[in-house]
T-cell receptor, first 112, second 112 residues
Framework: KAGVTQTPRYLIKTRGQQVTLSCSPI?????VSWYQQTPGQGLQFLFE???????NKGNFPGRFSGRQFSNSRSEMNVSTLELGDSALYLC???????????FGSGTRLTVV | GDSVTQMEGPVTLSEEAFLTINCTYT??????LFWYVQYPGEGLQLLLK?????DKGSNKGFEATYRKETTSFHLEKGSVQVSDSAVYFC???????????FGQGTELSVKP
């Protein structure tokens, strides 16, 4: 059974640009969540989608957005990149929340 | 608000030593609790979970018991190996909303 797949693994962008990250969940999983991981702030929740609907959103500016498609694949977009957006972005999927989420390997974004 | 607090690391142990990583939580309801492990350069892996009070989660020799009276979910292992060296995260989630709340992580280093 394939795991959660995130692409690309690494990304270098310039300040002011925008970026789109992709996540393919485990087959059958309809809940997809996104997290930002930095050394200073740790793991912070960005948003969660279930059946194409955003159900929960973390405390991030509107530059961070996401969506989920009918096949449960998800994308997140960050516009007008700032240096502070450099982080590991993790996607996770679950059949149901209390089963636990399965995480992908992440996308390492570096903003220069 | 809801939060998770873990003991600070790094924790350094010799191989075959006993491991305890403390985790306490603050929650307004009745969450499910998890331990995740992160190896260098990788995403998070679900180690074990407990969904209600007095449940014991276990996996690969690791154990943790959901203690509602002390709001704790301490991780234990009787005999650690070098391969257990990683960062361990305690987390909670409610049944709706898909938002995992993580502790700050505890780095474990096991020496041969």
């Amino acid at each position: 059974k394939a795991g959660v797949t995130q692409t690309p693994r690494y990304l270098i962008k310039t300040r002011g640009q925008q970026v789109t990250l992709s996540c393919s969940p485990i087959s059958g999983h309809r809940s997809v969540s996104w997290y930002q991981q930095t050394p200073g702030q740790g793991l912070q929740f960005l948003f969660e989608y279930f059946s194409e609907t955003q159900r929960n959103k973390g405390n991030f500016p509107g530059r961070f957005s996401g969506r989920q498609f009918s096949n449960s694949r998800s994308e997140m977009n960050v516009s007008t990149l700032e240096l502070g957006d450099s982080a590991l972005y993790l996607c996770a999927s679950s059949l149901r929340q209390n089963y636990g989420y399965t995480f992908g390997s992440g996308t390492r974004l570096t903003v220069v | 608000g809801d939060s998770v607090t873990q003991m600070e690391g790094p924790v350094t142990l010799s191989e075959e030593a006993f491991l305890t990583i403390n985790c306490t939580y603050t929650a307004t309801g009745y969450p499910s609790l998890f331990w995740y492990v992160q190896y260098p350069g990788e995403g998070l892996q679900l180690l074990l979970k407990a969904t209600k009070a007095d449940d014991k989660g276990s996996n690969k020799g690791f154990e943790a018991t959901y203690r509602k009276e002390t709001t704790s979910f301490h991780l234990e292992k009787g005999s650690v190996q070098v391969s257990d060296s990683a960062v361990y995260f305690c987390a909670l989630i409610y049944n709706q909303g898909g938002k995992l709340i993580f502790g700050q992580g505890t780095e474990l280093s096991v020496k041969p």
